[in-house]
């Protein structure tokens, strides 16, 4: 937790500095920034409980800038509202939270009759809360406001306006308030909505973008209780599948930009075709085995005591891998050396994926519909949800999501070959259990079918204690909330990008493309 200005060492007499100022100031900005102050940090600063006086100033205030027009723009002003009523709430000030919440609902209506800004902030704070004291007739009216906005984004044939993500979004609300309601003919109507919507997004978009709405939309009209549709749109998702995999003509990359070279590195990757750079980010992250052996043999002719000394991982209160000599254990070695070479590319591919993001506007449709082009999914509500979540900065969800699902992947290329994908209960007789990612990386014929590149690079990061260990840490809980780092959760999403372009790197891997 980082404060700036940070309040440690602060005197308590600016507490009482700030309630004298809330007093003396005329301009309401000011006096309710004093009185909030005041009431904010009395506790923290001075160690004594707060004025009730200053959050009715700073409440009173707030609302008076309202009505003068001294906020500059929505945003502000829906702060400011909000604060009004929370503090009035705060300190069970009845007659204050009636007028708060005609202030935000003012502001409300304000957002509708213009270009419909910000329409969810009186929903969310006022909807579910009886201490605003909503009443019926404002409750239906924001319900109301809700069902046009939802007509006017899932409106297909006004392009102008059609937008199936903000048609979801309305939905996903009115959905939770219709629910407690018991009102289902209403849910299974907006879901319904949403599928179509999103439908007709998927024949707007190009075949990997449509995989994801087809399998959003197919979702949705299961929800709505439409199974005969949820499996129409199920074989029209395989087709687009199966045409984006299609979509990949030849290319060639060549990895050889100097580390300082950050601006030319990036500009090598992210181009104005979307899949060209959505390859090109699969790449440059996947490095190639032989490399990496060089680069140990390096080590050893650089640092050969070193080299000699086995190293210990330890992890909590065990050990959790041994790495011998490279002599001994070259395996190891490599392990390690893949590990730390994919830590110090994370500077590069935080550059590519914030220049990739900006310049194509990708969300997580795109990572899900990319992996998909593997075949190994027919149901993309996972690697959607764990994308969005990564979109959304919530890295424990993404990460928590989304290994799972990669392991999944590697399991349909298991099938894909003809290959078991169960093996017999180490302890039952007659129960067959499915293989892990651990199995799986080291059956022959799938290293032979990923290449050694892209083998290593799934062995590093997911499944050797001597490396990331990613997959075995999520699957046993031994992975701690802070160190699911945005680091982390960025090579995850890249792994989405490696999974669509399989073939195409094991194929490089196995054909010695040169890289430099």
């Given at each position: 937790m980082f404060y700036f200005p940070d309040i440690a060492g602060t005197d308590a007499s600016a507490v009482i500095y700030w309630i004298q100022r809330a007093k003396e100031v005329t301009h309401p900005v000011l006096r309710a920034r004093y009185a909030d102050l005041s009431w904010d940090m009395a506790r923290a600063i001075a160690k004594t409980n707060p004025d009730p006086e200053m959050a009715r100033t700073a409440s009173d205030a707030y609302l008076q800038s309202l009505e003068a027009e001294?906020?500059?723009?929505?945003?502000?002003?829906?702060?400011?509202?909000?604060?009004?009523?929370?503090?009035?709430?705060?300190?069970?000030?009845?007659?204050?939270?009636?007028?708060?919440?005609?202030?935000?609902?003012?502001?409300?209506?304000?957002?509708?009759?213009?270009?419909?800004?910000?329409?969810?902030?009186?929903?969310?704070?006022?909807?579910?809360?009886?201490?605003?004291?909503?009443?019926?007739?404002?409750?239906?009216?924001?319900?109301?406001?809700?069902?046009?906005?939802?007509?006017?984004?899932?409106?297909?044939?006004?392009?102008?306006?059609?937008?199936?993500?903000?048609?979801?979004?309305?939905?996903?609300?009115?959905?939770?308030?219709?629910?407690?309601?018991?009102?289902?003919?209403?849910?299974?109507?907006?879901?319904?909505?949403?599928?179509?919507?999103?439908?007709?997004?998927?024949?707007?978009?190009?075949?990997?973008?449509a995989s994801y709405a087809l399998q959003v939309a197919m979702n949705a009209f299961r929800d709505a209780g439409q199974p005969k549709e949820a499996r129409r749109l199920r074989i029209a998702m395989e087709e687009k599948i199966e045409q984006s995999r299609d979509e990949m003509s030849t290319f060639t990359f060549e990895r050889g930009i100097p580390k300082e070279d950050m601006d030319a590195y990036v500009e090598a990757i992210v181009s104005d075709d979307l899949l060209r750079t959505l390859a090109y980010t699969a790449i440059a992250f996947v490095d190639r085995r032989k490399q990496l052996e060089e680069a140990v043999e390096v080590s050893k002719r650089q640092s050969p005591l070193a080299a000699t000394i086995a190293q210990t991982i330890i992890a909590d209160n065990r050990v959790a891998a041994k790495i011998g000599s490279v002599e001994d254990d070259p395996f190891g070695r490599l392990i390690r050396q893949a590990s730390q070479t994919a830590s110090m590319a994370d500077v590069f591919m935080f550059a590519v994926f914030d220049r990739a993001l900006e310049q194509h506007q990708l969300t997580a449709g795109h990572f899900a519909g990319w992996a998909a082009r593997s075949g190994f999914y027919e149901d993309l509500t996972l690697l959607i949800e764990g994308a969005q979540a990564w979109f959304d900065g919530d890295n424990l969800k993404a990460v928590h999501i989304l290994v799972p699902q990669i392991e999944r992947g590697l399991r349909g290329l298991v099938a894909e070959l003809g290959l078991p994908v169960t093996k017999p209960h180490p302890k039952?007789?007659?129960?067959?259990?499915?293989?892990?990612?651990?199995?799986?990386?080291?059956?022959?014929?799938?290293?032979?079918?990923?290449?050694?590149?892209?083998?290593?690079?799934?062995?590093?990061?997911?499944?050797?204690?001597?490396?990331?260990?990613?997959?075995?840490?999520?699957?046993?809980?031994?992975?701690?909330?802070?160190?699911?780092?945005?680091?982390?959760?960025?090579?995850?999403?890249?792994?989405?990008?490696?999974?669509?372009?399989?073939?195409?790197?094991?194929?490089?891997?196995?054909?010695?493309?040169?890289?430099?």
């Amino acid at each position: 937790m980082f404060y700036f200005p940070d309040i440690a060492g602060t005197d308590a007499s600016a507490v009482i500095y700030w309630i004298q100022r809330a007093k003396e100031v005329t301009h309401p900005v000011l006096r309710a920034r004093y009185a909030d102050l005041s009431w904010d940090m009395a506790r923290a600063i001075a160690k004594t409980n707060p004025d009730p006086e200053m959050a009715r100033t700073a409440s009173d205030a707030y609302l008076q800038s309202l009505e003068a027009e001294l906020r500059p723009n929505i945003h502000a002003q829906f702060r400011a509202a909000l604060r009004a009523l929370d503090l009035a709430i705060m300190i069970n000030d009845l007659p204050r939270v009636s007028l708060a919440r005609a202030a935000l609902l003012r502001m409300h209506r304000k957002a509708m009759d213009g270009e419909r800004a910000f329409w969810w902030v009186a929903v969310d704070r006022l909807l579910d809360d009886r201490r605003t004291l909503l009443t019926n007739e404002e409750r239906q009216q924001l319900l109301a406001d809700m069902e046009s906005l939802l007509a006017h984004y899932s409106n297909s044939a006004e392009s102008g306006s059609f937008d199936p993500h903000a048609t979801e979004a309305v939905a996903k609300k009115l959905v939770k308030y219709y629910n407690k309601a018991g009102h289902r003919d209403d849910v299974k109507r907006l879901h319904e909505t949403v599928g179509r919507a999103f439908e007709h997004f998927a024949a707007l978009g190009n075949p990997m973008l449509a995989s994801y709405a087809l399998q959003v939309a197919m979702n949705a009209f299961r929800d709505a209780g439409q199974p005969k549709e949820a499996r129409r749109l199920r074989i029209a998702m395989e087709e687009k599948i199966e045409q984006s995999r299609d979509e990949m003509s030849t290319f060639t990359f060549e990895r050889g930009i100097p580390k300082e070279d950050m601006d030319a590195y990036v500009e090598a990757i992210v181009s104005d075709d979307l899949l060209r750079t959505l390859a090109y980010t699969a790449i440059a992250f996947v490095d190639r085995r032989k490399q990496l052996e060089e680069a140990v043999e390096v080590s050893k002719r650089q640092s050969p005591l070193a080299a000699t000394i086995a190293q210990t991982i330890i992890a909590d209160n065990r050990v959790a891998a041994k790495i011998g000599s490279v002599e001994d254990d070259p395996f190891g070695r490599l392990i390690r050396q893949a590990s730390q070479t994919a830590s110090m590319a994370d500077v590069f591919m935080f550059a590519v994926f914030d220049r990739a993001l900006e310049q194509h506007q990708l969300t997580a449709g795109h990572f899900a519909g990319w992996a998909a082009r593997s075949g190994f999914y027919e149901d993309l509500t996972l690697l959607i949800e764990g994308a969005q979540a990564w979109f959304d900065g919530d890295n424990l969800k993404a990460v928590h999501i989304l290994v799972p699902q990669i392991e999944r992947g590697l399991r349909g290329l298991v099938a894909e070959l003809g290959l078991p994908v169960t093996k017999p209960h180490p302890k039952i007789n007659g129960v067959g259990i499915v293989v892990n990612m651990g199995d799986i990386l080291n059956t022959p014929e799938i290293i032979e079918a990923l290449g050694p590149d892209v083998t290593l690079y799934f062995q590093a990061m997911y499944s050797d204690q001597r490396g990331l260990n990613l997959r075995n840490d999520i699957a046993h809980g031994l992975i701690d909330a802070q160190d699911i780092t945005n680091a982390l959760a960025t090579r995850v999403m890249h792994t989405l990008l490696v999974l669509g372009l399989w073939k195409e790197l094991a194929k490089r891997s196995r054909q010695g493309v040169p890289t430099t």
